[in-house]
């Protein structure tokens, strides 16, 4: 029986998992679930996670959620190459550094600026400065702290925190915030973990946020009255 993820390739967590999985030719039967169309909601996804978020996990009877415990989980279970989640105590601590930081030092920014610029039709047609200056200064940080010169966020070789970190930035620049225009060092980085996973599997998990706006375009009156609440407290 196949390992089993749900996903929603317009979320950034998602997207991490997904790539994952793929890179390492991991043996898992992708459904994809509609965030949008509220599938999430009904009784059959409850069974798998009762949270209703995606990413979620199926193996057999075991299910979770949560994208970063899933990809150390199949790491574990598939015994994937060492640098995804290293064994040595210093290079996973670096790891874990980042994945505790990033939630609320580059999530919450990336994604704040992806809703105000996607607009959901909530009348946000210019992205406040202020949440400008919080995503730059969580890039700063990213550039400075964070990513080794010439290699990745762990060390020499691709890590999970890397994968965490280029669907985080990939958010706001799908809303069309160029986040690597005048940030040599980010967009080295970017090119690094392109070339790590490959262009074609990156552009694949990459394509359904490129095209959000014109989704968002598509939705009907009803679910533009659903996602405004939610919206707006996002970015209240």
């Not at 790491?75 to 930081?101: C, G, I, M």
Request: charged share 25%; proline share 5%.
């Amino acid at each position: 029986m196949s390992l089993k993820l749900f996903l929603d390739m317009i979320s950034q967590p998602c997207r991490s998992v997904f790539l994952f999985a793929k890179k390492n030719n991991l043996p898992v039967e992708v459904k994809l679930i509609s965030l949008k169309n509220g599938e999430q909601h009904t009784e059959k996804f409850r069974k798998v996670n009762p949270l209703r978020k995606v990413p979620a996990l199926k193996d057999g009877d075991f299910c979770m959620g949560e994208s970063i415990p899933m990809m150390e989980y199949m790491a574990e279970k598939f015994n994937t190459p060492d640098h995804w989640f290293p064994k040595d105590l210093q290079k996973r601590a670096r790891v874990n550094e980042y994945l505790s930081w990033q939630h609320l030092g580059i999530r919450m920014h990336g994604s704040k600026i992806f809703v105000m610029k996607v607009n959901f039709h909530i009348g946000q047609p210019e992205t406040p400065l202020s949440n400008l200056r919080d995503l730059n200064w969580s890039l700063d940080l990213i550039e400075k702290t964070f990513i080794k010169d010439g290699g990745f966020i762990g060390g020499e070789q691709i890590s999970i925190a890397d994968l965490v970190a280029i669907v985080e930035i990939m958010q706001p620049f799908a809303s069309g915030v160029d986040v690597f225009q005048g940030r040599a060092k980010l967009s080295a980085w970017k090119e690094r973990v392109v070339q790590a996973v490959g262009k074609e599997l990156f552009d694949e998990a990459h394509k359904t946020i490129l095209s959000a706006k014109d989704s968002v375009k598509q939705l009907d009156s009803s679910k533009v009255e659903y996602f405004r609440p939610r919206v707006l407290r996002l970015i209240s």
